[in-house]
């Protein structure tokens, strides 16, 4: 094929799309349009290590400015993909600046965007969300100068930046509507170790109340009202409360959304020219489960683009590999592998009040595993699924028997529990 790819969205999953084209030797025209003004940058540290030190901007960097240039990848920054024109055989784009770019297939790796609380007050200098380097750098200048900090979402990315705002000395509360801790994500002896760790640290948690406002004192952030009555004092407010996935253009294009750009095992969406990959998407179910699911990592966005690439070439990208994910709070590396929902059993490892392993099963299969400070668990369960194998249920709590060892081949096991 040659022609023109264009890819709306410079990100891990348009950027993943773009390399790997060049990787199978697709030598038609690249071309990604990204909103943002920085060439793609990695998201991970900035609600980690970019918030601690003083990172120069291109410590993020996911490739340097001539990679572009050698591979041959146009990159057109501060530019957005607003309507297209499609049909079969391709189609033309139409930019915010009124650009046309012909195309013969169209990539949206387009992303998601922060959820804000409908409350007064969240326009307020001091109140911030993060999901941008820009947001990050103002963020970062905003904790020079705070002194009190209250995180609204007990999430991955609330609870990541709650330990860096304590680990620069400040005072920090998080309040999480919910009964726990990343209550989307993790069985409740993850959410009590995680929470065990931050209050250790200092921070206070609240849960089980919503924030009703935010309050101001000389046209800045003063301190945030909850449901429960009490007012807790704050000069910055960080907002962590989940993303949703840019759909507006797929929209437009009239593919098919729901909640997210709907694309199947190959990435591709309801129109023959077009794919779409990363966190703007739903996908069918990795574990075969009847529904779709949006799976917000960089393992997917890479993963995914990189199957939408092989998909805009009329190749297999063979099976994907096994989800995985991380999120580093602090001293905590909490890394999942696997996706967990549906599971009707758990088991859970812990030797010590600085490990813990928890271990998804659904009727008797592994599904998948949550390790906080223990990468050789998380390494064996990632094994063991990529293989097609289980570990052992009536072992697996026996911290001193370690995992890999107790991997079995599933047919083994349920012949095992059926034998009286
Ligand atoms: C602070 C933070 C910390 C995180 N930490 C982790 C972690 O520890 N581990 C992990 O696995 N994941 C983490 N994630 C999630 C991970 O970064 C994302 O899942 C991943 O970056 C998604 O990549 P993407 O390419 O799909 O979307 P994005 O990276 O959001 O890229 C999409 C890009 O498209 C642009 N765009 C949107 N619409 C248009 C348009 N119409 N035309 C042109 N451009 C457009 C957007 O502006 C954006 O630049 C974190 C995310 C954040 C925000």
């Not at 709650?162 to 994500?185: E, F, H, K, P, Y």
């Not at 952030?221 to 996935?245: N, Q, R, T, W």
Request: proline share 5%; hydrophobic share 40%; aromatic share 4%.
């Amino acid at each position: 094929m040659t022609g023109r790819v264009l890819i709306a969205g410079g990100g891990e999953a348009g950027l993943s799309i773009a390399t790997t084209l060049r990787d199978l030797g697709y030598g038609g025209d690249v071309c990604i349009v990204t909103a943002e003004d920085t060439p793609p940058y990695q998201r991970p540290p900035l609600s980690k290590e970019f918030l601690h030190h003083d990172a120069e901007l291109t410590s993020v960097q996911l490739r340097a400015p001539e990679f572009f240039l050698d591979r041959g990848i146009d990159l057109l920054l501060g530019r957005t993909v607003e309507a297209a024109t499609l049909n079969d055989s391709g189609g033309l784009a139409v930019l915010d600046d009124g650009t046309e770019i012909a195309f013969d297939k169209l990539a949206l790796a387009t992303g998601s965007t922060p959820l804000t609380l409908p409350v007064p007050g969240m326009d307020l200098p001091g109140v911030v969300s993060l999901r941008t380097l820009a947001d990050a750098s103002r963020l970062r200048s905003e904790l020079d100068r705070a002194r009190r900090v209250v995180v609204v979402g007990g999430g991955f990315i609330g609870l990541e930046v709650a330990a860096t705002a304590r680990n620069r000395g400040l005072d920090v509360s998080v309040i999480q509507a919910g009964d726990r801790l990343m209550s989307r994500v993790v069985a409740e002896p993850v959410s009590s170790f995680i929470h065990e760790y931050h209050t250790t640290q200092g921070i206070r948690i609240v849960l089980e109340t919503k924030v009703t406002g935010v309050n101001a004192q000389n046209g800045r952030v003063d301190s945030v009202e909850l449901h429960s009555g009490e007012s807790i004092p704050a000069d910055l407010v960080v907002v962590g409360v989940g993303a949703e996935p840019v759909t507006g253009l797929a929209e437009r294009l009239g593919l098919a959304c729901e909640r997210g750009i709907v694309v199947d095992a190959h990435a591709r969406t309801s129109h023959p020219a077009v794919v779409a990959a990363g966190d703007c998407t739903v996908q069918p179910h990795p574990n075969g489960r009847n529904r779709l699911i949006a799976i917000e990592s960089v393992n997917n966005a890479t993963e995914q683009g990189r199957t939408a690439a092989y998909t805009l070439l009329g190749r297999s990208p063979g099976t994907r590999g096994v989800p995985w994910f991380w999120s580093n709070q602090g001293a905590l590396k909490l890394q999942i592998a696997g996706l967990s929902d549906g599971y009707d059993d758990i088991i859970v490892r812990r030797d010590s009040t600085e490990r813990l392993t928890v271990l998804y099963y659904r009727m008797g299969d592994l599904l998948a595993a949550d390790s906080v400070n223990n990468p050789r668990d998380h390494m064996a369960v990632k094994r063991a699924l990529a293989d097609g194998n289980t570990i052992d249920p009536v072992c697996a709590a026996n911290t001193a028997v370690p995992l890999k060892s107790l991997i079995t081949h599933r047919t083994e096991i349920k012949h095992a529990q059926r034998v009286p």
